[in-house]
């Protein structure tokens, strides 16, 4: 990815639109506290500008290779979340939780079927977002997508309820309550839409006991079993598709309907 010096801040005129003087306050009030929220190794490494810098070329394919047990990267993530569902035929409001430098959301802002959606990715990394900015801007997609540091697990400025797409990749596994985190994705999520999680959960079909307490000692939490779906459940999501590559796991989650499924 290209490396420039060139930041695509949300526009500061007069004029600017509600959701986006809406969202700069959500910087605001997040900012003080974000030192205290990045405790985890994997957290703090997670804003260092040298490693940010070279994220998405080079540290997330190996890293994600070395645990799916093949090759992967950015579009092996994509393709293999899509293929589980192909989603709402035009998404309007969209959300990449915990976006790093945001490839995702970039991906997504660059496919038609997207060209009316709002896509806005947040994490709690100011370099990452100062990146995330400014390699959207270079790609001609700065219009198109926004990056505000923030905690998910935080109230966001988002209205409840209005979410077509959640897009959680690499992050659920880093955050200090994945319920919590579950818990506002279904409360964001309209009904009919839908949740793609990439998060790492034990391969069942190998013995991973080094490899998880590694995971462990950086701050990434390994899901076992069903905890996964277990804890969507109790917080208001539903299991839909769900595969493995190695300890690499893809799954969608949509929302339990109020009546019916609520009590499941
Ligand atoms: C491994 S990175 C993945 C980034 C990106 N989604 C990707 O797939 O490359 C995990 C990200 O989650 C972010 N994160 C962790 N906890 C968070 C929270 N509570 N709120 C917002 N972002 C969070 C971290 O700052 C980090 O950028």
């Not at 600017?16 to 003080?32: F, G, I, S, W």
């Not at 955050?175 to 839908?194: C, E, F, N, P, T």
């Not at 079993?225 to 839909?240: F, I, Q, V, W, Y």
Request: charged share 25%.
């Amino acid at each position: 990815m290209t490396g420039t010096s060139t930041r695509a801040s949300p526009p500061t005129t007069a004029r600017e639109p509600e959701h986006l003087t809406r969202n700069r306050r959500v910087d605001a009030a997040h900012t003080p506290r974000r030192q205290n929220q990045m405790k985890s190794i994997a957290q703090i490494v997670q804003n260092n500008r040298r490693l940010l810098a070279a994220y998405e070329d080079k540290v997330q394919p190996r890293f994600l290779s070395r645990y799916a047990r093949e090759p992967m990267d950015a579009a092996a993530v994509y393709r293999k979340l899509r293929a589980l569902d192909p989603g709402p035929d035009a998404p309007a409001r969209v959300l990449d939780l915990g976006c790093g430098t945001g490839w995702l959301a970039r991906m997504l802002a660059a496919e038609p079927r997207y060209r009316r959606a709002n896509i806005v990715g947040y994490d709690l990394s100011p370099n990452a977002i100062r990146i995330a900015r400014e390699r959207a801007a270079v790609d001609g997609l700065g219009a198109r997508t926004e990056f505000h540091v923030a905690d998910v697990l935080a109230p966001l400025a988002g209205e409840p309820g209005r979410t077509d797409e959640i897009w959680v990749c690499g992050a659920l596994h880093q955050m200090k309550d994945a319920g919590a985190a579950l818990s506002r994705v279904a409360g964001l999520l309209a009904d009919g839409g839908i949740a793609y999680v990439q998060t790492f959960a034990e391969d069942p079909d190998v013995n991973e006991r080094v490899d998880m307490a590694v995971m462990a000692k950086m701050g990434h939490r390994v899901f076992r079993g069903s905890e996964l779906e277990d804890l969507a459940e109790a917080n208001g999501l539903k299991l839909g598709g769900a595969s493995h590559a190695g300890m690499v796991y893809f799954c969608t989650l949509t929302k339990k309907s109020a009546i019916g499924e609520a009590g499941k």
